[in-house]
């Protein structure tokens, strides 16, 4: 009887996954800005398909508030630990970065911060302002985690006004407790909802190949326009590292096609849904 270890095999990514090799001058030079301004992104950070296309054009998305993060969703790159202190110079580097890459669109995102009490969003705040000072033609968009129902610190970023306020529901409801273990379906829709009644443009992303159904992806359409939800991205699941969740489906382009046309029929102003569409793809459109 042989001892061998048993080789699970892996679902093979199809051929429209495959993404370019970043080469461009133009990936190197915001590389290099965001390398001398000792910026994270979430580019990086979250091992996105994108980082190529985006950097290419110019484009990235600033990760504020450090690059280590409180909680260990079972999806994400992000590395998981003690946060370091809080770098209170860094909405000035950001700000500064933005200009000198001449950025139309701006999308800010953070790790999550549980252990300050206002979750960070002190910060989120001085960022927008200091890019609205040092850039004030640059649009921008925040990616905010979940305040945890901390709704005073959620008006800091309120206050500060972006034009965009985006904060990802991820999955379906089924499936929070196996992909966001510290985060809850209904406590994500109110915050959506409050950023809504605040007259600020929502936002929200989610994962497909995680084993939800279509029925699910439909029904998790229907609550999030009835919190006012404006625009939605729907985006593959890939596994960053073989301790994460593994993929149990790779999602054909023409049921991404399908989820697009039915969100523009349930009520949403926009819908990005495609196997390499994140949260901040495309995101110039959704002005």
């Not at 999602?251 to 009520?267: M, R, S, T």
Request: hydrophobic share 40%; charged share 25%.
């Amino acid at each position: 009887m042989s001892n061998s270890p048993v080789s699970i095999p892996r679902i093979r990514k199809p051929e429209w996954l495959k993404v370019k090799i970043p080469a461009s001058g133009d990936y190197q030079k915001v590389k290099k800005i965001v390398t001398d301004h000792k910026l994270h992104t979430i580019c990086q950070s979250g091992n996105c398909p994108n980082l190529a296309e985006c950097w290419g054009a110019g484009t990235a998305t600033f990760m504020i508030l450090g690059n280590v993060c409180t909680r260990g969703c079972s999806f994400c790159a992000v590395a998981t630990g003690r946060p370091t202190e809080l770098d209170l110079d860094e909405p000035y580097r950001v700000a500064e970065a933005v200009q000198l890459m001449g950025v139309k669109h701006c999308v800010i995102t953070s790790v999550n911060r549980d252990e300050l009490k206002d979750r960070g969003m002190a910060v989120w705040a001085a960022t927008v302002n200091e890019v609205r000072k040092i850039s004030p033609q640059t649009k921008l968009e925040t990616l905010i985690p979940d305040v945890k129902g901390n709704w005073e610190a959620l008006e800091l970023i309120l206050e500060a006004k972006p034009d965009v306020i985006s904060h990802n529901l991820e999955t379906v409801k089924r499936l929070y407790r196996k992909v966001r273990p510290q985060a809850v379906y209904e406590r994500s829709l109110e915050q959506i909802s409050r950023i809504k009644a605040s007259g600020i443009r929502t936002k929200t992303g989610v994962m497909v190949g995680l084993g939800e159904t279509k029925e699910e992806i439909f029904e998790l359409m229907d609550d999030l326009v009835a919190n006012g939800c404006d625009v939605l991205t729907i985006g593959q699941y890939l596994q960053p590292t073989k301790m994460h969740l593994a993929v149990e489906e790779f999602i054909h382009p023409d049921l991404f096609a399908e989820y697009k046309e039915v969100g523009l029929q349930k009520g949403f102003k926009f819908v990005e849904s495609g196997a390499l569409v994140r949260s901040s793809y495309h995101a110039e459109r959704h002005i």
